[in-house]
């Protein structure tokens, strides 16, 4: 049975730094792409960004600069470091794992999804 359970989430205050990881199980994810997405309370799930298993990354504009996404292939694991949070970084963040070829912003175009951490920044 595939699983992605995220971990790393909670409250900080603005500024802070977080480290969000994804590990996987199941199967290798060595060829996959794995990305971060995130979704606030009444809003869509939206892209943050994407590890492509040829090793290139990809962000979210909101996040460039002061997210990093990286990924150490021997663990099946994808970790999301972020720095200099801001309020509206909050949000539930999913990590997932796709092989399609369907942009890689849309949600359709991974396979299987985590099912979740909390991340809140207080101002």
């Known amino acids: 049975q595939v699983q992605l359970v995220e971990s790393g989430g909670g409250l900080v205050q603005a500024g802070d730094s977080l480290r969000l990881s994804c590990a996987a199980s199941?199967?290798?994810?060595?060829?996959?792409?794995l990305a971060w997405f995130r979704q606030a309370p009444g809003k869509e799930r939206d892209f943050v960004a994407i590890?492509?298993?040829?090793?290139?990354?990809q962000y979210a504009d909101s996040v460039k600069g002061r997210f990093t996404i990286s990924r150490d292939n021997a663990k099946n694991t994808v970790y999301l470091q972020m720095n200099s949070l801001k309020p509206e970084d909050t949000a539930v963040y999913y990590c997932?794992?796709?092989?399609?070829?369907?942009?890689?912003?849309?949600?359709?175009?991974?396979?299987?999804w985590g099912q979740g951490t909390q991340v809140t920044v207080s101002a």
């Open positions: 199941g199967r290798s994810f060595s060829n996959y792409g």
């Open positions: 997932a794992a796709g092989n399609s070829r369907i942009a890689y912003y849309n949600l359709g175009a991974y396979q299987y």
């Open positions: 590890s492509r298993s040829g090793g290139s990354t």
